[in-house]
């Protein structure tokens, strides 16, 4: 397990960290970062980087590194982490991958965001996490956290005029139809959080080797 976090922590800051500097370097700091931080997709993988780190932190008996991460390594937290990515890599699959065409290494950074990063660490999940305490009344409070976001987005593009994804993007489609997707959106959320209890009620291997 630890080898497999010690891969997975790495591939996931390194993507991260490159991504951030392409970013700066085509937009300058505070463009580049009010933009990358606007990302879903960011935020996601930023959240998997640190379910996979945390552990690793905790190896070395750091109180602070314990009292700051330890909430990445419930069971809960980690389930909830293991949708948002999902969805991250379903989406641009669906409906992305012909609308954002990086080059050069924003390919390969690419590549790990929306497809490496999501089936490694939904392999985390399902050999690693121990998912006995699952349950369907926690799904209520995994939808919160992309709602928030969806509703961010809605606030800052209304201000900015930006809308980091074009299913939310209220100039082109009105807020009608932006809510509607917003809806389905959450729909999808909720069917994964029922799928993922299901599944972890039922298949909990936790190897620990």
């Known amino acids: ?8 922590a790495s591939l996931g800051w390194f ?7 392409l970013n700066i370097v085509q937009d300058g700091f ?10 879903f997709t960011i935020l996601g993988n930023f959240m998997v980087a640190f379910a996979f780190a945390e552990p690793l932190l905790q190896s070395r008996h750091s109180r602070e590194s314990v009292n700051l ?3 990445f ?14 969805v991250v890599g379903v989406i641009f699959f ?11 290494l924003g390919w390969w950074l690419n590549i790990s965001l929306h497809y490496l990063m999501p089936p490694i660490y939904l392999l985390d999940w399902l050999l690693f996490v121990d998912k ?6 926690q799904i209520p409070y995994w939808l919160i956290f992309p709602l928030v976001y969806a509703f961010y987005v809605l606030i800052h593009g209304a201000v900015s005029h930006y809308y980091p994804y074009p299913f939310l993007d209220v100039a082109s489609f009105g807020y009608g139809r932006v809510l509607l997707n917003m809806a389905g959106l959450t729909a999808m959320f909720g069917t994964l959080g029922l799928v993922f209890v299901a599944v972890g009620r039922n298949v909990n291997f936790t190897a620990r080797n």
């Open 73 to 86: 390594n419930r069971p809960g937290v980690r389930t909830a982490i293991g949708i948002y990515i999902l």
């Open 30 to 39: 505070v463009a580049g970062s009010i933009t990358y931080f606007g990302f």
């Open 132 to 137: 006995r305490s699952l349950r369907f009344s």
């Open 1 to 8: 397990m630890m080898a497999y976090r010690v891969f997975g």
């Open 94 to 104: 669906l409906l992305l991958r012909h609308v954002y065409r990086p080059t050069g």
């Open 69 to 71: 991460l330890s909430f």
């Open 15 to 21: 993507t991260l960290v490159a991504q951030y500097y």
